[in-house]
């Protein structure tokens, strides 16, 4: 069984049984620009000191400080990718004789489903995502102020299992989404973007001027 098919299915895919047929369909993330990084009319030691005092109360894992390299790396992680990065949608359909069932999801995120493979057999997927992340934030004096940069390396890890309706194992397989704050992923099948929701929530504690919240984890 070509699981790969079954699970990430981005042009319309159609199975055909004689009683079961599912199709997919899948809707990229729109581009947008995400802004990482600020110039701040603060000292550098100022700016420094805040940001450092702000990450560590936050949900952030400080992996890293250097402030002689002026570097400070984090790490975070989420079950719901959504809420940072965009990786489109996927609308599912199976049709049997007992009726359609539609899924509609974020690519990015966990669900399930119910689907035929190319060889006609029908299938309920379990289709797990979560999210890993490490940001690296260089702080620098700039003129008058301070600049600070925030670049976050973002991996998306999507695993798939399948059991049949005859209750056959339908296997398992592996996904992984690589990419940065600048630079998308797509594999011309699948692409994935920053939100830039880990950018804007950083650059608001150095510059002490934090409205938002980040999402429940």
């Known amino acids: 069984m070509k699981i790969k098919l079954l699970i990430v299915g981005i042009a319309v895919v159609t199975a055909l049984t004689g009683c079961a047929t599912s199709t997919t369909n899948y809707a990229p993330p729109i581009a947008k620009t995400v802004q990482n990084n600020r110039q701040i009319n603060q000292s550098f030691e100022t700016v420094w000191d805040r940001l450092v005092k702000q990450l560590s109360s936050d949900f952030f894992v400080i992996n890293n400080i250097d402030k002689n390299s002026r570097l400070i790396n984090l790490s975070f992680s989420s079950q719901r990718p959504s809420d940072f990065v965009d ?27 119910t689907s035929t493979n190319t060889e006609g057999h029908a299938f309920n997927v379990r289709r797990t995502a979560k999210l890993e992340g490490r940001t690296n934030i260089y702080v620098a004096p700039e003129g008058i102020g301070t600049l600070v940069s925030v670049n976050t390396k973002y991996v998306v890890n999507v695993t798939m299992s399948a059991i049949g309706f005859d209750g056959r194992n339908g296997g398992t397989e592996n996904f992984t989404f690589d990419f940065s704050t600048k630079q998308p992923f797509t594999d011309g099948q699948i692409s994935c973007m920053a939100l830039g929701v880990i950018e804007s929530k950083i650059l608001g504690l150095a510059d002490n001027n934090d409205p938002n919240t980040l999402p429940n984890q």
């Open 87 to 113: 990786c489109g949608r996927t609308s599912r359909t199976f049709k049997n004789a007992r009726g359609d069932q539609n899924y509609t999801y974020n690519t990015a995120d966990s669900s399930q489903f």
